[in-house]
């Protein structure tokens, strides 16, 4: 078998992903002036952390009139204007893009030039080929405290504080964010902790009229790693869709609440999947959630930035890593390192890319990280094996090999009914649709394997 | 047939001899647990690494002993205790490279021998193990405690076995004080915040908290001797393991205010003097019908004070 061509797979933008996540979301939430449907299908943060020094860089796939934007996030302190920042979407893109995860296509070839080829190579003795890789109502009615105030690109940014939060809801509410019902007591226990809460809307003045809203960035210092998740668990219709990029200089982070999972990875499916890549990926991670009671926080990605095989999307460059938050970068840019040789500049960032989906039942309370020293790396990557096409009776390597794609291709099909929760039959169906299957090989004798019939069928041959 | 029928109870009573026995099973249970169920589990590479460092200790540390005392030069080598700090830090600690795990075991029980108040090691050697090498090396040394998951399963799990383990060593107290007052403070501070209870009992569903209370805390060797003085012992790394957790996020919390606070233990000690325990010594009662088989007191009493062998203070 002999890896023909990498394909860098699906760079799979989570906004074609339709998660049915109605309305809100967010370690905050989006509400709407209006009862208007919005869909927010997914939420992105990226978090580069580095001791204290945080950024958090917040994206979601807002869709929808821009006017009924408000964002409500809870944070620990004032960020004085020069910490808040609105980024390039396309940044988040790009990062989502390179961590996503991916399909790899192998194709087989002939297998009588292999046997000719493993004779000469015999003949030749060793000659080993290396290996192939891969604004406003009076506050102070309401208790509530306007901290700060700050326009930043689009947006008009408040920094609240308030004795009471039935106070700092109604003025919420009086002022155009809507504010689910059941807020209270979470809004309360975020006031009682001593937090603020950084509240946004989009100024129509100064709105480009483009539909896309750029992330905003706000960085910051706290012992604590933590996003707050709850007020998104409000808003009770359903789960919430949330996608975490961590950038770290040490390695992978997990969540020390909660179990983090890898998301089971380097399977062979079926070739059909490439078609279908989106469904294929909703439904195996529904099905994993699902096999995990919905507890778990799932990790897709864990790379060192500098490189990646195969690579959905090209590495984020110094200047997009700086521009996401990832301040250690600079101080070693000055220093540039004499290199020689291939492969992209070296650059100290891990990336670990988490995602759950989340309600107030499975994820009580907010996520904390660990960041770990860990910096294996790990990639949620699904195999395509295009099968050699050709003559099975040309020679005897052929026909044996003719053996091998049925049983192979049961098994992808085992193996892409495990991953999804999809029926096996269903899946055997369409494989023998795109010529898949036992019958598609004409003029070889199958040796039909009988995985229908049961081990003990087999053992007494009375099935 | 007769010989055959009393075999499991002879097992039993050979494994009931002393309670690190049942310490061991059950540590040994949690790693096949952790390993075979997380992603980021315990490996059995960091096993025989831990194990290194942990003979290695234990060897030089009797060594020395025993040539100072002038008995011979392995006299009293305790393998079981340096099994239970092998597979305590094996299945807590994760770390970067396998040495780490090694240096653990290898600080940890090297602080045994070396830190003494009293004829009394102050710390834990599992605790303080984990402990230096998260202090020593930053982010190349954690511990996971979300990766055993919010398993009631392996909640009761632990607590069968456990309870197993302690009504023989007798620091039932240490674990309950420990968990009640953890538990009254998270649900007081939940009850205050508004939150819905569920955010207590999320946190102290976690595995390795358990794993903590039972089989660390619990160390009889480096607790106060007098029941009062260890249930002020665990009223006190309780409260400061809560504030870590709602404070700073402290990393390891319970571990960590352990370790802070094993010095309190010569402290007690001396205002609170009791009789201190003893592990046992040497092999089971050799003649079997001198026992009563199977169940002895001792294991319906867990609060009852089980000094094999009590040696002066």
């Known amino acids: 078998m002999k890896l023909k061509h990498l394909f860098a797979g699906l760079a799979l933008p989570l906004a074609g992903l339709a998660f049915a996540a109605p309305a809100s979301a967010f370690c905050g939430f989006y509400v709407a002036k209006a009862d208007t449907d919005l869909f927010n299908d997914a939420s992105k943060v990226v978090l580069a952390r580095d001791g204290e020094r945080t950024v958090i860089t917040m994206a979601s796939d807002f869709r929808g009139d821009v006017s009924e934007f408000a964002m409500v996030v809870p944070v620990v302190d004032i960020p004085q204007r020069e910490q808040i920042n609105v980024a390039n979407p396309a940044l988040v893109d790009h990062l989502d893009a390179y961590t996503a995860p991916r399909l790899v296509e192998y194709y087989d070839e002939d297998p009588c030039e292999a046997e000719r080829r493993y004779e000469q190579m015999r003949e030749m003795a060793d000659m080993a080929a290396p290996p192939m890789a891969g604004a406003m109502e009076e506050a102070d009615d309401f208790g509530v405290t306007i901290e700060a105030e700050y326009e930043v690109g689009e947006y008009d940014i408040l920094i609240l504080s308030a004795e009471e939060s039935d106070g700092l809801i109604t003025w919420l509410n009086r002022n155009g964010y809507r504010i689910p019902d059941g807020a209270e007591e979470i809004v309360s226990a975020y006031l009682k902790r001593g937090m603020k809460f950084f509240v946004a809307k989009v100024s129509l003045e100064r709105h480009d009229g483009s539909a896309m809203l750029r992330p905003i960035q ?89 490189w990646c095989d195969p690579c959905a999307a090209e590495p984020l460059s110094q200047s997009e890593l700086r521009e996401l938050g ?21 650059v100290d960032v891990f990336v670990t890319r988490l995602h759950l989906r989340y309600d ?104 | 047939m007769d010989a055959l029928a009393r075999l499991p109870v002879a097992l039993f009573r050979r494994i009931d001899a002393d309670p690190r026995h049942w310490q061991i099973i059950a540590l040994f249970g949690l790693f096949f647990f952790s390993y075979t169920t997380s992603s980021f589990g ?61 240096a653990a075991t290898f600080t940890g029980i090297s602080m045994k ?35 055993w998951g919010q398993m009631p399963l392996i909640a009761g799990y632990a607590l069968a076995l456990a309870a197993l383990t302690l009504s023989s060593a007798k620091r039932l107290d240490i674990a309950l004080g420990f968990l009640g007052t953890f538990a009254a403070i998270l649900f007081a501070r939940a009850a205050w ?97 001198l026992r009563q088989p199977a169940i002895t007191p001792v294991w319906m009493n867990p609060w009852g004070t089980k000094e094999t062998r009590s040696h002066e203070t």
């Open chain 1, 218 to 306: 706000v960085a910051y210092e706290d012992e604590d790693f933590m996003l707050p998740i709850r007020l998104g668990t409000v808003n009770a219709e359903g789960k919430q869709e949330l996608f975490v990029f961590a950038l770290t200089r040490e390695g992978r982070v997990e969540t020390s609440n909660y179990r983090t999972v890898k998301l089971p990875s380097d399977m062979d499916v079926p070739i059909y999947v490439k078609d279908e890549f989106a469904d294929f990926y909703k439904a195996m991670f529904s099905h994993q959630v699902e096999k995990e009671s919905g507890k778990a926080v799932f990790m897709e990605y864990a790379w060192d930035m500098a």
């Open chain 1, 326 to 346: 990832v301040m250690w970068l600079e101080e070693v840019s000055d220093s540039p390192t004499p290199r020689g040789g291939f492969g992209p500049a070296p």
């Open chain 1, 360 to 463: 107030a039942k499975t994820f009580p309370e907010d996520l904390t990280f660990e960041i770990t020293g860990d910096r294996e790396n790990y990639q949620g990557r699904y195999v395509l094996r295009h099968p050699w096409r050709g003559d099975y009776t040309s020679c005897k390597a052929a026909g044996d090999y003719a053996n091998t794609l049925v049983k192979r291709w049961d098994e992808e099909a085992i193996s892409l009914a495990r991953l999804t929760g999809w029926d096996v039959n269903k899946i055997r169906g369409k494989m023998a649709e795109g010529g898949f299957s036992a019958s598609a090989l004409k003029g070889v004798e199958i040796e039909t394997p009988s995985p229908q019939k049961s081990w003990w069928e087999r053992l007494w041959g009375n099935g």
């Open chain 2, 42 to 102: 315990a490996d059995p590479r960091a096993l025989a690494f831990s194990f290194s460092g942990a003979v290695l200790a234990q060897t030089i540390g009797t060594a020395i002993l025993s040539l100072r005392a002038g008995k011979a030069l392995l006299d009293g080598f305790e393998w079981k205790s340096a099994m239970i700090t092998t597979i305590g830090v094996t299945v807590l600690l994760r770390a970067a490279d396998p040495w780490i795990w090694f």
């Open chain 2, 113 to 147: 021998f070396l830190i003494r108040v009293n004829h009394k090691h102050v710390f834990n050697p599992g605790c303080i193990g984990i402990v230096s090498m998260m202090l020593l090396l930053g982010r190349d040394a954690w511990v996971s405690p979300g990766q």
């Open chain 2, 193 to 289: 915040l508004g939150d819905p209870m569920a955010i207590p009992l999320h946190q102290l569903s976690s595995g390795s908290l358990l794993i903590f209370a039972f089989f660390m805390i619990t160390d009889p060797r480096s607790t106060p001797d007098s029941r009062l003085g260890r249930l002020l012992f665990a009223v006190s790394v309780a409260s400061l393991a809560a504030w870590f957790i709602i404070g700073p996020n402290q990393r390891g919390a319970p571990l960590m205010a352990l370790a802070a606070l094993a010095v309190l233990t010569p402290l007690i000690d001396r205002l609170m003097p009791a009789r201190r325990f003893e592990w046992p010594r040497g092999a089971p009662p050799a003649d079997p019908g």
